[in-house]
Nanobody, 122 residues
Framework: QVQLVESGGGLVQAGGSLRLSCAAS????????MGWFRQVPGKEREFVAR????????VHADSVKGRFTISRDNAKPMVYLQMNSLKPEDTAVYYC???????????????WGQGTQVTVSS
């Protein structure tokens, strides 16, 4: 069992930066893949980034590549999403997720946080 709590969302102007954090608890954290997804009303949850249990392998969606960076610290244990050069289209609720498969599909993740709102103004 893994419990996840996101923080760090807020309102930022276009071009600005935010860092999202996800605090995890549970004995299996260091052996589980982590991901970030986002969702806007009326749309499906969208993959943003994922990172392997070791932190050595990371994948970012094309829409955020070069602007967002996922990282993790298994000692804390925490997962982060550094978001730079934010755009209005990045506005969404951002969710932290944990799963046993390295995946880009929301359905393959087993545990979810409650989400944190990110709003980017133009």
């Amino acid at each position: 069992q893994v419990q996840l709590v996101e923080s760090g969302g807020g309102l930022v102007q276009a071009g600005g930066s935010l860092r999202l954090s996800c605090a995890a608890s549970g004995r299996t954290f260091s052996s589980i893949s982590m991901g970030w997804f986002r969702q806007v009303p009326g749309k499906e949850r969208e993959f943003v980034a994922r990172i392997s249990w070791s932190g050595r392998s990371a994948v970012h969606a094309d829409s955020v590549k070069g602007r967002f960076t996922i990282s993790r610290d298994n000692a804390k244990p925490m997962v982060y999403l550094q978001m730079n050069s934010l755009k209005p289209e990045d506005t969404a609720v951002y969710y932290c997720a944990a799963g046993y498969a390295a995946a880009v599909v929301a359905a393959q993740y087993d545990y979810w946080g409650q989400g944190t709102q990110v709003t980017v103004s133009s």
